[in-house]
C-alpha cells in the first residue's frame, strides 16, 4: 500500500486535488482495461466534488459507478446516497442507465439487498463466490466518530471479512455498506476530510495505536494507493509524521 496524506488550504482546493487524481485514474483505467469502476460515498463532503465531475467531457460509457454504502431509504428519500450523486453529477452527464449500479433499497429485508448487491458486483466484475472485486477507485469520507462507508464502531459489519457486502448499522438504522476487505481490495482508495469537527477522529486514525473498532477507518489499507486528502481544517493538528 502506498499512503499519500495531503492537506489543502481550503475545501476548494481540495475538491479541485480530489478531482485531478480521479480524472487520471479513470483515464488510467480505461487505457489499461477498456473501462474503469468507482464506488461513490455518501454524505456531504464529496456533493462538490460530484459536481466537478459532471462538468468534465468523458468517455461515460466506459465509466461504471456504484455506491460504496447507502442508507436503507427509498431512492427519493433525501437521506438517499444515490439521489445525492444524481441530482450533484449523474443526471447532468450522457452516463449510460445501465453503467449506474445503485444499491436497491426495496427489500423487505435489508440483509437480501445486502445479498443481492454483492451478486451484482459479482456478476459485473465476473467473478465466482468468495472472490472480491478490484475497483479503480473507491470514495470515502470518514464521520466524527471514526466510521468510514456504514462501518460504524463496534458494530457486526466489522467482523465480515468474508464477503464484499453486508449490512451495516447507525444507531439501529440499516444500511448496506462494502466490507473493509472489499474495500482493501481496490486500486486506489480516496478518503476526503473537511472541517474542524474530524479531527479527533483524524487524530486517533493516524495514531500509531488506537483501537480498530473504535475508529473503523483504521481498518483501511488498501492494496494500491491510499489517499488522505484533508481540507486545513480537518488536518490543522495533525501530525503528519505518523500518518
Ligand atoms: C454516509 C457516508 C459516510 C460519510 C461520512 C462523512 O452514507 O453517510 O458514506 O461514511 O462519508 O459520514 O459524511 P460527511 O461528508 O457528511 O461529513
Known amino acids: 500500500m502506498e499512503k499519500i496524506v495531503e492537506v489543502l488550504p481550503s475545501l ?5 486535488r480530489s478531482l485531478a487524481i480521479i480524472l487520471d485514474r479513470i483515464s488510467t483505467a480505461i487505457a489499461e482495461r477498456g473501462w474503469c469502476a468507482i464506488a461513490l460515498a455518501g454524505g456531504s463532503t464529496p456533493k462538490p466534488l460530484y459536481e466537478a465531475i459532471s462538468q468534465q467531457s468523458l468517455p461515460w460509457d466506459k465509466i461504471h459507478v456504484f455506491w460504496g454504502d447507502e442508507r436503507y431509504v427509498p431512492e427519493d428519500h433525501p437521506d438517499s446516497n444515490q439521489l445525492m450523486a444524481r441530482i450533484a453529477w449523474l443526471n447532468k452527464v450522457p452516463i449510460p442507465a445501465t453503467n449506474i449500479h445503485p444499491i436497491s433499497t426495496n427489500e423487505a429485508d435489508p440483509n437480501v439487498a445486502a ?9 459485473f466484475f465476473q467473478l465466482s463466490s468468495g472472490e472480491l472485486p478490484v475497483f479503480d477507485v473507491i470514495l470515502l469520507g470518514i464521520g466524527d466518530d471514526g466510521h468510514t462507508a456504514s462501518l460504524f464502531p463496534h458494530t457486526a459489519a466489522l467482523k465480515v471479512s468474508d464477503r464484499a457486502v453486508t449490512l451495516g448499522n447507525k444507531d439501529g438504522q440499516p444500511r448496506i455498506t462494502f466490507t473493509y476487505t472489499l474495500i482493501n481490495q481496490a486500486r486506489c482508495v480516496m478518503f476526503l476530510v473537511a472541517g474542524s469537527g474530524k479531527r479527533s477522529a483524524l487524530a486517533q486514525i493516524f495514531a ?4 480498530n473498532f473504535t475508529y473503523p477507518s483504521r481498518l483501511i489499507a488498501p492494496q494500491g494507493t491510499l489517499f488522505w486528502l484533508l481540507d486545513g481544517a480537518a488536518g490543522q493538528e495533525l501530525s503528519i509524521e505518523s500518518a
Not at 476548494?12 to 479541485?16: C, D, F, Q, R, Y
Open 208 to 211: 500509531p495505536v488506537a483501537d
Open 115 to 123: 445479498s443481492k448487491y454483492e451478486q451484482e458486483l459479482l456478476e
Open 12 to 16: 476548494e482546493l481540495l475538491i479541485e
